[in-house]
DNA sequence: ATTTATTGCAACATAGATGTTGCAGTTGAC
DNA sequence: GTCAACTGCAACATCTATGTTGCAATAAAT
């Protein structure tokens, strides 16, 4: 593959991960447009609309992969490793921002991905119910989604917020929360 | 109209709204079909697919109107407030589970509406920092996702969880936070 | 019992999205 | 400079969703 080809598919990929996540019914013709690309270029790279969507969720669990690898989940210390998979997570999910709890539903491989790695992420949760981290009355399952919906808010309603910061608004939301108790 | 005529129309409109939540390009074809109706019914009951959404957001707004209402953010204390709005829009956000945000661009009158809910929420978050009861450095818009997020994760990721309970863990994680300190 | 509203069904028309192919032009690699 | 890869463009076929209409059947209201 020349150069300027693989700028293409990156370009293509940004693009569309961009515009699905603000309408997931987006037609290939709008992604190949405002990627700057015929739209017969994106049918070539991509067999077909199914493909395009499989690249970009795989191009999304890299992302994270890396980011959960090189938190070091299990083996730093929780405060340590839940502000460094923030900072990584947050530009992760801003690059792309498409949903994939929803949108992978037709694809067992990038399923499987994701639970796999929602899987890490949540064993990280239990070490930090465990270690005293968190509350005892607090559920595993309950602690993991408020992460969850902290990161998605920080990150797409509040695109300005730099990602150290980020990681500091969701860490201390979710720690100590809001109040003054 | 008549009787059977207006249990049909709620059936699609609710039917509807649960579908187009976890696929937004569901046809109307499936909507149909779902609600146990013709095809041709749907079409004779709205014009088009855009009248069908309007329809949805509409019975989305007007729940979440009622709530606003019998919540009264502005004279009851913070606490009994926030409780009753939480008790009330879990609910209403489980039955019409459409995101608003994302999908009524394109209704300016259903977006003026929702703004104008947005805003009475917001204001009431501004009186909850005022009176107190949230931390000095803690930015309103900030505090307001946070609440957002909150409500949407226990709403459609613990369906099982009953609305008062709901209420409580959604009040506790946003003032108290889940971390021991 | 008659009227009226509503429905399901079949058939049709239209528009838009998807996917394919051939061809000519361009650009990077060698 | 030559070659191979890649691109844009036009044209085409296909499929699906959307929306419409006519008609017969049904069930509520009077």
Known sequence: MRADAARNLSSVLRTGARLLAEDPSTSMAAIAAAAGVDRT??????????????????????SAERVLDEARLTEAPVPVALHRYLEGIIPVSREWPVDTRRMMQKDPEASARREAQSARLSTFIQRACDEGYLRADIDAAWAR??????????????????????????????LRGLGVT
Chains 1, 2 share one sequence.
Request: hydrophobic share 55%.
């Open 41 to 62: 270029t994106v049918h070539r790279r991509f067999a077909n609309r199914e493909a395009l969507l499989r690249a970009v969720f795989q191009a999304k669990l890299d």
């Open 145 to 174: 989604a408020v992460l969850d919906a902290l990161v998605d808010s920080i990150a797409h309603r509040f695109p300005a917020v730099d990602p150290p910061q980020a990681a500091d608004l969701v860490a201390d939301a979710f």
